[in-house]
């Protein structure tokens, strides 16, 4: 391929980002513009014409599926079946390091790496322990919290150190020892896969050498969803030779909640003097349409770039924006589009995906398919990985692979039932302990009586199982052989068969399904080893099993659909309160995130847009009336197919407020000041309304204000300014 062939195949704009020599380059490509296919033609032209070597090249991609994905058009750009260039996710790089530099920070080369319940259960335990947990003090809470400190590159004693309250300063307790005890597992937790490879580079500048010399060019996809701890592991590795291609989209930016930070993208520039800035804005997707009604709604962010996405595949059918009076009505509309489209279009079932800002709303939208007869599958409900059965497969193979590692042996002790009741398990416990042993030690030496009143004929049961399987894994049998021992021996398959119900039926199709995927992950890796096998297992999200050939329709969060497309989306659920959150009224930057979930999932359409909400909500608390989201006021009105009747009067008129609506109909709200109402007050500043009690001279209204808090006031002298 010579450089005017790149010149034909790309855009004027994606031309001029693949063609950049070596050096810090800003890619901001909008929703659609091909991202994807200008960093692997990027890295492609790198190797072509500017004699690059693909060993010196790191590409970084956000999923595992992203990674695989872009090796193979590499490959068939590049007319080869072998290219020594390293395409991973940041977690995967992360692993890479540790595998190689562990001793640099105590461990063990046979690690575990423990996935989100893994890592509760240590902190249960934790809590247990110390009598901790109590209040609104909650073992996920603290999860979070340590979790957000890796993110930021917070070590336990500076954790502490920021301790102000009594909550926190318990917080910074379960840090300390959750850390101890996860070294004592020989254990890494997700968020370690970043932190420790920064406090590595941090501590070892010979190592940091090695990878600075090795990755001389980065490229990094979705730049704007990294956190702090991934940006440190960036400008480690290219602060140095400065060749680092990033490529994102702030408008897309929707994770903060598991730390990503949108300042990494919006601040690049400023971190590499000199950057070179290319915007991507032809949108290859969508309809005309769809890009401005998703436009109009985020030019109402303030943190962002300027972008204008435009397209040259039309107009396109303008949006339909559906009332309905509560959640099965909302439902029932979605099936009667459905089944219409699938008539007069002859679309397929996978042509349509419904988008909700909760799981909990997935309910009544399930009811409203299953009883139309409609094949559905939902995207981002229990991962393949995380079933009970599943779980129970890995966990004897963690425990061949890791003998520190007490929670996968806690877990197998008595699965499936061997007569092993939780106070033996216990007692066991205890005697590791005591003895500062691992726990399967500890139960081989319960085997043997070493232990008083604890019965070693049901424990040697369970370690003569254990015994076996050592054996074959050091006779080197292969990965699917032991899997398949694995579900024998331990008893599992005979427990299963002897059950015969249609559960335990699709458990064993669950298993046969992993000893599949091990099976294919033996024929794309000739060398694998159990490592390896759970070490990619672990790194797995919804999206990498993902099947977009399923002929049914997809339901999925709105986060879930990130990265995704199809030609019909039904966006559900516009309400104030629940599409913006309520608890994301109280900050703008909140505000503005969700207003970015709300263009990316008004940018997964490339043919329609349906958006529907409802008047009525079933919540725990009973069936509260709604009012329709502030986003669909910032939609152009000419972008919309007809106008809605968005409200019927609630109370007589003359009502007391009256506000023209945009689609044509006055909205009649409760008071003064409707809830979720922007407000100005001369003191406090901007904020938003949270609140409402009493009416007319006795009116008060609870307001989040941006830099002042909460504040009660009485409307008749607060002096407050709509906002």
Not at 23 to 28: A, H, K, N, S, Y
Not at 239 to 250: A, I, L, M, N, R
Not at 547 to 564: F, I, N, R
Not at 645 to 666: L, S
Request: proline share 4%; with cysteine; glycine share 6%.
């Amino acid at each position: 391929m010579d450089k005017r062939d790149y010149k034909e195949q790309l855009n004027p704009k994606q031309y001029e980002a693949v063609v950049q020599p070596p050096g810090p380059l800003l890619i901001f490509a909008g929703a659609g513009s091909g991202k994807t296919r200008v960093l692997t033609y990027r890295i492609a032209y790198m190797i072509e014409h500017l004699g690059i070597s693909p060993f010196n090249i790191l590409a970084v991609t956000f999923t595992n599926k992203a990674a695989r994905e872009m090796r193979e058009r590499l490959e068939n750009l590049l007319g080869t079946e072998y290219l020594p260039l390293l395409v991973s996710t940041f977690h995967s790089f992360g692993a890479r390091i540790l595998r190689e530099h562990y001793t640099a920070i105590g461990y063990k080369q046979n690690f575990s790496i423990y996935d989100d319940s893994e890592s509760l259960t240590v902190i249960k335990n934790i809590c247990k322990d110390f009598h901790l947990c109590e209040g609104d003090l909650t073992p996920k809470s603290v999860q979070n919290a340590i979790g957000r400190a890796k993110d930021d590159m917070i070590s336990p004693e500076e954790f502490e150190s920021r301790a102000g309250t009594p909550r926190m300063i318990d917080a910074a307790k379960i840090y300390h020892e959750y850390q101890k005890r996860l070294r004592s597992l020989n254990a890494f937790d997700f968020d370690d896969l970043i932190y420790w490879p920064v406090k590595i580079f941090d501590n070892n500048s010979d190592i940091l050498e090695k990878y600075r010399q090795r990755f001389l060019h980065l490229l990094i996809d979705e730049y704007q969803d990294t956190s702090r701890n991934q940006y440190l592991l960036v400008r480690h590795l290219g602060e140095e030779h400065k060749s680092v291609t990033v490529v994102g989209d702030d408008d897309q930016s929707i994770y903060s909640w598991r730390g990503a930070d949108i300042s990494n993208i919006l601040n690049f520039e400023k971190d590499f003097p000199g950057a070179k800035t290319v915007k991507l804005e032809q949108n290859y997707r969508s309809t005309q349409n769809i890009l401005s009604a998703a436009s109009g709604v985020i030019a109402c962010n303030r943190g962002r770039k300027e972008k204008k996405l435009w397209t040259s595949s039309g107009e396109g059918d303008k949006l339909k924006i559906s009332a309905c009076s509560n959640e099965e009505s909302e439902s029932l509309t979605i099936v009667d589009f459905i089944t219409k489209l699938r008539k007069e279009e002859g679309l397929r079932f996978t042509d349509f995906s419904l988008l909700y800002r909760t799981n909990a709303q997935s309910r009544a939208l399930e009811e409203g398919l299953r009883t139309s007869g409609i094949p559905y599958v939902i995207i981002g409900g229990i991962r393949f990985y995380e079933r009970a059965e599943i779980k129970d497969m890995l966990a004897y193979l963690k425990t061949l692979v890791n003998p520190d590692d007490n929670v996968a042996a806690r877990r197998i002790i008595n699965t499936p039932k061997r007569g092993i009741g939780d106070v033996t398990i216990d007692r066991i416990a205890e005697f590791s302990q005591a003895g500062n042993i691992n726990l399967l030690d500890a139960c081989f030496n319960a085997a043997e009586g070493k232990y008083d009143g604890i019965p070693a004929r049901k424990i040697k049961a369970f370690t003569d199982i254990i015994a076996k399987l050592r054996e074959l894994k050091n006779e080197e049998c292969s990965l699917t052989e032991l899997i398949e021992q694995i579900y024998k021996l331990s008893g599992y398959e005979q427990t299963l068969e002897d059950e015969n119900t249609p559960e335990s039926e699709t458990r064993i199709d669950n298993i046969k399904e992993l000893i599949s995927g091990a099976r294919i992950f033996e024929e794309n890796y000739p060398e694998a080893t159990p490592e390896m096998f759970l070490e990619e297992v672990s790194l797995l999200t919804d999206i990498d099993r993902y099947d977009p050939d399923a002929d049914a329709v997809k339901l999925m969060t709105l986060h879930s659909a990130k990265g995704l497309e199809f030609p019909v989306v039904f966006l559900t659920g516009l309400e104030e309160g629940l599409f913006p959150l309520m608890r994301s009224l109280e900050s703008r930057e909140d505000l503005e995130e969700e207003r970015r979930l709300m263009y990316v999932g008004m940018t997964r359409a490339k043919r329609r847009l349906f958006i529907t909400y409802c008047y009525s909500r079933r919540r725990y608390n009973g069936m509260p009336g709604t009012r329709p989201s502030r986003f669909l006021d910032e939609i152009p009105l000419e972008t919309i197919e007809e106008k809605p009747d968005i409200f019927k009067p609630t109370i007589p008129k003359p009502a007391p407020k009256k506000r023209e609506g945009r689609y044509g109909k006055e909205h009649i709200h409760k008071g003064t000041f409707p809830l979720g109402s922007d407000v100005v007050h001369k003191k406090f500043g901007e904020g938003v309304v949270v609140g409402i009690e009493g009416s007319g001279e006795s009116e008060i209204v609870t307001v989040s204000f941006y830099k002042a808090g909460r504040k009660k006031l009485m409307v008749k002298f607060a002096g407050l300014m709509p906002g």
